[in-house]
C-alpha cells in the first residue's frame, strides 16, 4: 500500500504570550478507508508570464464521476522571491486567497459529479499577480484520476 | 515577531512513485505584500459537532481589510472512524472534505459583505407610556409620549444584531452588525420582526434603504454524521 505523509508545523515564539508549537501530521488514504492514495499527478514546475487564470490540472476530468466523493489533496506553492507578488487561487470561480511569495497551500479537493455542461465545476485555478514572470509549483495526490478521451 | 509554517510531503521509494517523495517547504506568515508578520490570530479552538448542519467557522465581514494574507488552519480531530469526515465549503463552494486526522492549510480571502440598513417609524398614536416594541430580542418601551419619544427610546436601546440611530426626529435608522442577515423587516409577530403592543393605534413602518449582500466567502463546515465529532481551527489574520 503507497503510504504518503503530510506534516504540518506552525510554530511562533512571540505571536503570543506563550509560545505557538504546533504539528500535525496525517497519512492520505482513500475515502472513507485507510487504504493509500497511489495516484499523482507529479510536481509541475511552471514559470507564468501572465496575469490570466490557468487552470492548474487541465488534463483531468475535474467533477467527473472518477473524482466523486474521493479524496483528492492539493498542493500549490508560490516561489516568486518579490514579497509583492502573489497568485489568486479560486476553486469552480471563487476566491479562496492570495498566495505570496514563499506561501503554499495543502487543501484537500474532493468534488462532487459535475452538473455544470461548461465542466468548470470544481477547476482549480491560479491567477499571478503579475505578468513579468512567476515560478509556481504545484502537484496533486489522488484516486479515481479520469483523463478525458483523446480527440 | 514571527510566525512559521512548514510543510513536509513524504513517501517512500517504489511507493507513491518509484522515486521517493521528500518535498519540504516553510514560509514565514507576513501580511500582504511585504515583510511584516501577521500578528492576530483567532487563537487555537475547537468546534464540536452534533448535526449534519452547516456551521460558519469564520465570518469574512470579522476579518475583511482591503487585501489581506489570511491563512486557515484547520484539522479533523476524529480518530475512530476513518469514514467520519467534515465538507468545507468557502464561498459556499465545496472545497473538500476532511476525513478522520486530515488537516489543512491555505489562504483566505475574507471580504465584506455589504449589511442591510432600514428606517423603522412609529407612526399613528404613540400615546401611553407602556407602550413597547420587541425586535432583535430586546424589549423597548415608550416611557413617554409621541412617536418622537418612541424614537428616542429606539435609539437609546442597544441590540445583539443591530445598530441603530436617529434618522430624522420621527424615524429611526437600523443597520445589521452582520451581512448574513438577508430578511426584510417588517412589523408582525415573529422574532425576526417588529412586534408592536400599544394602546392605541400605533404601528411602526418600516422601509428598507439598503438591501443586504451576504458577505460570501465565509469559511463553514459540514459534519457527515449527527455524532459528537471535533474540529480544530486557527486563523492567522491581518
Known amino acids: 500500500m503507497a503510504t504518503t505523509t503530510a506534516a504540518i508545523t506552525l510554530t511562533s515564539a512571540d505571536l503570543l504570550t506563550d509560545a505557538l508549537s504546533l504539528s500535525a501530521t496525517n497519512t492520505l488514504y482513500k475515502a472513507g478507508t485507510t487504504v493509500g492514495l497511489d495516484q499523482t499527478t507529479g510536481m509541475t514546475k511552471a514559470y507564468l508570464t501572465a496575469t490570466q487564470n490557468i487552470d492548474i490540472f487541465p488534463t483531468l476530468i475535474e467533477g467527473s464521476m472518477a473524482f466523486a466523493g474521493k479524496s483528492s489533496w492539493v498542493y500549490v506553492c508560490n516561489k516568486s522571491e518579490d514579497e509583492t507578488e502573489y497568485a489568486t487561487i479560486t476553486i469552480s470561480g471563487n476566491i479562496i486567497g492570495k498566495l505570496y511569495a514563499g506561501d503554499y497551500l495543502w487543501m484537500p479537493w474532493s468534488q462532487s459529479e459535475d452538473a455544470d455542461s461548461d465542466n468548470l465545476h470544481g477547476d482549480i485555478e491560479l491567477a499571478p499577480s503579475v505578468a513579468t514572470g512567476m515560478w509556481f509549483e504545484w502537484c496533486m495526490i489522488n484516486e479515481g484520476t479520469e483523463y478525458p478521451d483523446a480527440v | ?238
Open chain 2, 1 to 238: 515577531m514571527a510566525i512559521t509554517a512548514g510543510l513536509t510531503l513524504t513517501s517512500g521509494a517504489d511507493d507513491l512513485t518509484s522515486d521517493a517523495l521528500s518535498l519540504s517547504v516553510s514560509t514565514a506568515l507576513t501580511k500582504a505584500g511585504g515583510s511584516t508578520a501577521i500578528a492576530s490570530t483567532s487563537g487555537l479552538a475547537r468546534k464540536t459537532t452534533v448535526s449534519t448542519d452547516q456551521y460558519t467557522l469564520y465570518r469574512a465581514d470579522d476579518y475583511a481589510t482591503v487585501t489581506n494574507a489570511n491563512k486557515v488552519y484547520l484539522k479533523n480531530t476524529e480518530t475512530a472512524s476513518p469514514a467520519l469526515y467534515f465538507t468545507v465549503t468557502i464561498d459556499d463552494e465545496p472545497m473538500g472534505r476532511l476525513y478522520g486526522g486530515d488537516w489543512a492549510f491555505f489562504p483566505w480571502l475574507a471580504t465584506n459583505g455589504v449589511p442591510a440598513t432600514f428606517t423603522a417609524a412609529p407612526t399613528l398614536s404613540w400615546g401611553d407610556a407602556t407602550d413597547q416594541i420587541v425586535f432583535d430580542g430586546v424589549t423597548v418601551v415608550l416611557g413617554g409620549s409621541g412617536s418622537a419619544a418612541m424614537v428616542d427610546a429606539m435609539v437609546a436601546t442597544k441590540y445583539p444584531n443591530w445598530t441603530c440611530t436617529e434618522h430624522d426626529s420621527v424615524t429611526a435608522l437600523y443597520t445589521a452588525k452582520d451581512s448574513n442577515i438577508l430578511y426584510q423587516i417588517e412589523e408582525g409577530t415573529t422574532a425576526d420582526q417588529f412586534v408592536v403592543t400599544t394602546a392605541g393605534s400605533g404601528v411602526i413602518t418600516t422601509a428598507r434603504v439598503t438591501a443586504a449582500v451576504a458577505s460570501g466567502n465565509d469559511i463553514k463546515i459540514t459534519p457527515s454524521t449527527t455524532g459528537s465529532h471535533t474540529l480544530e481551527s486557527m486563523l492567522f489574520y491581518e
